[in-house]
């Protein structure tokens, strides 16, 4: 028989804070990140803006308290900061963090790093601190470092499935412990911003040079952003142990692939609507159980369509209250499912439900829209979590308020 899982804690670094409290606060009061890329060195940071964390490397790094030029990513310095605001929120104990698991999901991993100095390291009489960069294009190495950092020693495991790849971390991580295999794990995804994904997605033509519009009938494409967060997933046994007080329940996931396109999603819904009802069904919850929808939602005119059909399809025409909060944060790649996890997380702590920015007018293939104000005071029992990316990896998250 498999065992529950709780979440006791969680941190998170994005474009809209350092810290949960920063982004909690910057989600009430309708504050997004997007503007000028000051920190990614690229000739396009005036004509492609994105939701960038405000902070250069080497303030990363004095933040997650580490050395300057030892060889730290963005995107290691991202999680790492994410990792430990985790560790603090869920109370861990060293020995707790010794003998938990580490899943860690990135799409760029070091590409950035890699871009920066591929030139240098090139010509072998440059290389000198370059060299320190010459394996984080990896997508394990940023998980080493953290499991190196930490200490963490139960298990360490790095997950890549494109934009669901958080999602699918938590997912993995709590198979992990449901099974027996490990009674703490700490789950999320890091990712930074890169030429190559900003380049790629622009060539892909899906990026919008203004604020993101998701689910509105005149969007244009998403935001890029960078960020990291990581939930604590504990087993109920665990949980006993220590008397903590857990903020919810990872009652059902699904992880579904659609197999329509290998950057397209099931343009009628399909895929959405697998995945959401999977998790409906793992959790043993009906749809009038459902009190929030925290939608993948970018923003692009595939990916809003093929969700939001999916959403009418399950839940009618009056499903419960939904929105992407993609227009806050951009879409942080691999991270953006473990980020938005964390938003669930500050939903069921502060009763709040967070709007859909930028929304005016409806799709026309749609007779549902999103929640457009901040609803405070929100009876939140159960919240789904979608997360999908390319290559139809499509993945819901079914979390369960702890009362």
Do not use: W
């Not at 470092?145 to 360490?156: N, Q, T, V, W």
């Amino acid at each position: 028989m498999s065992r529950r899982v709780f979440i006791t804690g969680y941190g998170i670094i994005s474009a809209i804070g350092n810290n949960a409290e920063e982004n909690y606060s910057s989600l009430v009061n309708k504050k997004s990140g997007f503007g000028r890329l000051d920190f990614l060195n690229t000739v396009h940071r005036d004509e492609l803006p994105g939701c960038e964390v405000k902070l250069s490397d080497s303030a990363l790094c004095d933040l997650a308290g580490v050395t300057q030029n030892a060889g730290y990513t963005r995107t290691a310095l991202l999680a790492m900061i994410a990792v430990r605001e985790a560790i603090v929120s869920a109370a861990l104990s060293e020995e707790d963090v010794q003998k938990a698991g580490i899943l860690s999901a990135t799409t760029a991993g070091g590409i950035r790093e890699l871009e920066t100095y591929l030139y240098d390291l090139q010509d072998l009489e440059k290389t000198g601190e370059f060299l320190a960069y010459l394996d984080t294009a990896d997508a394990g190495e940023h998980m080493e470092r953290l499991a190196d950092s930490f200490g963490i020693r139960g298990y360490i495991g790095a997950v890549s499935t494109a934009c669901s790849s958080a999602a699918n971390a938590i997912i993995l991580g709590s198979r992990l412990i449901s099974q027996n295999f490990l009674e703490i794990a700490v789950c999320g995804g890091s990712d930074a911003l890169g030429k190559v994904t900003l380049n790629g997605f622009s060539s892909l033509m899906i990026l919008d040079r203004n604020a993101c519009r998701p689910f509105d009938e005149n969007r244009n494409g998403l935001n890029m952003g960078e960020g990291a967060a990581y939930l604590v997933l504990e087993s109920e046994e665990a949980l006993m142990r220590s008397g903590k007080k857990a903020i919810a329940e990872l009652k059902g996931y699904a992880n579904i692939n659609d197999i329509f396109h290998q950057t397209a999603s099931s343009p009628d819904g399909a895929g959405a609507l697998a995945s959401m009802s999977k998790a409906l069904a793992k959790a043993g919850l009906n749809i009038a159980d459902i009190d929030y929808i925290n939608a993948h939602g970018t923003g692009t005119e595939n990916n809003d369509l093929a969700e939001g059909l999916g959403i009418q399809a399950l839940f009618g025409k009056q499903p419960p209250p939904f929105s992407s909060t993609k227009p806050y944060t951009g879409h942080a790649m691999a991270a953006s499912g473990s980020i938005e996890a964390a938003f669930c997380m500050m939903a069921f702590q502060h009763d709040a439900i967070f709007p859909n920015l930028n929304f005016d007018t409806p799709m026309n293939e749609l007779d549902i829209r999103p929640i457009t104000e901040l609803k405070q005071q929100a009876v939140l029992r159960n919240i789904l979590s979608n997360s999908f990316g390319f290559g139809g990896s499509t993945a819901s998250l079914l979390f369960s308020k702890c009362l």
